[in-house]
């Protein structure tokens, strides 16, 4: 059962690159590859020291070994110099103490070695990070009207990994509590996906982008006549929607322009605050960095 872990969490983290990049490669924002071997060799003859109100109940004790190595050996998530073991335990103004130690709780449950946490607590929490804005010009989006937090990824529609996170990132959106911008970034790697992005934006002109966005990623056929087929479905006027095909060629370049200054490199791409997100994609992850996120604002 644990392998199974261990692999849906790989899948998760490997990414779509353009084709002149040799291979798929984890996204830049998840940059660890996880492994099957075990993380407790380096600690298990040490003692388990987990604080009281961590909740461990799903960890083996090979697992919670791993955690009270981890707790010791984890940088402080404020950028202060001392563990994430005294950071929760003597630094109560950082709020992000019980969310990194929670992340790591998740993580290892899930299969994750040591060496994987400490990479992924590392992208995490790279120290002092300016999140500056993004240009979400144009960009179709679903959620909250006010949210709380604010979610942009960038996407391709011809990449496995974009069609796995897909539906977990819909059920994210259902929160209630934040919004989620859609950025177009086809690939060359796959050439039907600028079709693909242009036909979901002309479906956005008619409110319909959901509906297409949906069939665009369950039928994962782009085609020009496959693109019509899933604009009648979805009730769209059909010459209308190929004029606004046509005319909105330009701002899937602007979308991928937006996501190349930033430094996107594979697909998908998510950006949580304007903050570039490091984790695993999915759900249960994703999840944890809006709390958290939450509740440094409410500081």
């Not at 690159?17 to 291979?23: L, P, R, T």
């Not at 709780?105 to 400490?118: C, M, N």
């Amino acid at each position: 059962m644990k392998n199974i872990a261990v692999i849906s969490i790989l899948v998760a983290l490997v990414g779509c690159k353009e084709k002149n990049e040799a291979g798929s490669t984890t996204s830049p924002a998840s940059s660890s590859q996880l492994t099957t071997t075990s993380s407790a060799v380096s600690s298990a003859a040490a003692p388990i020291n987990i604080p009281q109100g961590i909740d461990v109940t799903k960890l083996d004790d090979k697992q919670k070994k791993t955690l009270s190595s981890l707790l010791d050996s984890l940088a402080s998530p404020c950028n202060k110099p001392h563990s994430l073991r005294t950071s929760l335990k003597t630094d109560p103004s950082c709020k992000s103490s019980p969310h990194a130690v929670k992340y790591a709780v998740a993580l290892i449950g899930a299969g994750a070695t040591e060496a994987d946490v400490k990479s992924m607590h590392t992208a995490r929490y790279p120290g002092k990070v300016e999140a500056g804005p993004i240009d979400v010009s144009g960009a179709p989006s679903v959620g909250a009207k006010e949210p709380k937090v604010t979610l942009i990824e960038f996407f391709d529609y011809g990449c496995p990994a974009c069609a796995h996170f897909a539906p977990q990132l819909d059920r994210v959106a259902k929160r209630g509590d934040v919004k989620i911008y859609y950025m177009m970034y086809p690939l060359e790697s796959h050439p039907d996906s600028g079709p693909a992005a242009q036909a979901a934006l002309a479906a956005n002109e008619q409110g319909k982008f959901k509906e297409m966005h949906e069939k665009l990623f369950i039928s994962r056929a782009h085609k020009l006549s496959d693109l019509k087929g899933h604009a009648k479905a979805s009730g769209l006027k059909a010459d209308v929607f190929l004029s606004d095909m046509k005319r909105l060629g330009s701002k899937v370049e602007a979308h991928k322009a937006v996501g190349n200054k930033l430094g996107v490199q594979s697909t998908p791409t998510l950006y949580v605050d304007g903050k570039a997100y490091a984790g695993p994609l999915q759900e249960q992850f994703v999840n944890m960095w809006i709390d958290e996120a939450i509740e440094l604002k409410a500081k």
